[in-house]
Each structure stands twice: as C-alpha cells, then as structure tokens.
C-alpha cells in the first residue's frame, strides 16, 4: 500500500533530520581530517604529481566528479589552470579487459601500477572501506610509493589502517554517506584551490 501524503511528508523530515546530525558530526569529527587531506593533496599537485581516483557503484561516480572538479574547475568564481587528476572509474575498455584477464578485484590495481609514480596521490572513495578491489588498488599504490587518501564510511572497514589521510563518515547508511563525500569532495577542491591560488 502506498505512503499517504502526511507519510511521505513525515519521512521526508526524518530523513533530512538524520542527514543533518550526520553532517554536523562530520564537522565536528573530521574537520581536521578533511584539511589534512586537502592540504596533502595540494601539496602533491603543487610538487608536479597527480591524483588517481577509484571507486565502486555510486562512488565510481563520484571518483568521476571529483576528478572533473579538479581538472575543469569548481565554480566560476575562480578560473585557474587544470588540476592533473585521473578517474581509474571511468575507462569502461580498460576495466573490463582487466576484470576479464586478471579479474574484477584488479581492475583499479592494474591501472595503478601502470599510471602510478612516486609522488603521486591514490585517493579511493569507498562506503564500507572492504572493497577487494579498492583495497588491493591501496596495497599496490603502497608498493609503488604513492601517498594514499580516502573517503571511507562506517568505522573505516578493511582499509582504516592501509591509509595515508582517510576522512570515515560514521554512519551505516550508504546513502547518507555517500551524500557526506559529495560534500566533502566539494570542500576539498576549494580547499586545494585556496592552497594553489590563494
């Protein structure tokens, strides 16, 4: 049976309700890891380097706009030069041949062994942190003496201790978190925008 108006209504307040506790326990909790983060990444463009970003599903997504916001800009408030940023989400021919060669938890690993340089950033977005996938893209930037960031969700799962600066949205909710990294992802590029421009 459908929801009622008033249910709907009523649904609508509660989940707002709860998306707005999560966003102010972000801002208490991860203040400082957010402008970590930031201030990192500014550093590694800032000596020549680039950001690889991965993700998953909704995150993949997001690993894309990210990458859009550093390379084209974020408002036209500020026009800048192109940040060097790279999304591992978004070349369909190369994650499909890797996940048929060597399998699908490869398909970030690969590509970072091959566009990875010493200096560089591997930035993963990741809801519950355990993605195979993700987690093995992690263990080969490591490897290659590349700086690891991420936006990770509940208490961080596999992959809190394989990283550099993670920002952990403390929530179960796939959803509320990943609407917490969108905002983060906007508060990063402004952040390294200030830090390369002023």
Known sequence: MSLTNTERISLLRKKSDEALELRRHVIEDQSRAISELAARMAAVIGAGKKI??????GSAADSSHLVTELVVRLSAERNRTALPALS????????TAVGNDYGYDRIFARQVEALGVKGDMLLVLSTSGNSENVVKAVECATKQSLITGALLGGVGGALK???????IIPSESTQRIQEEHKFIIHLLVEL???DLFG
């Open 88 to 95: 591992l989400s978004a070349d369909s021919s190369v994650l």
């Open 52 to 57: 690889l970003v991965c993700g998953n599903g």
């Open 192 to 194: 390294i925008e200030s």
């Open 161 to 167: 201790g394989k990283i550099d600066n993670a920002v």
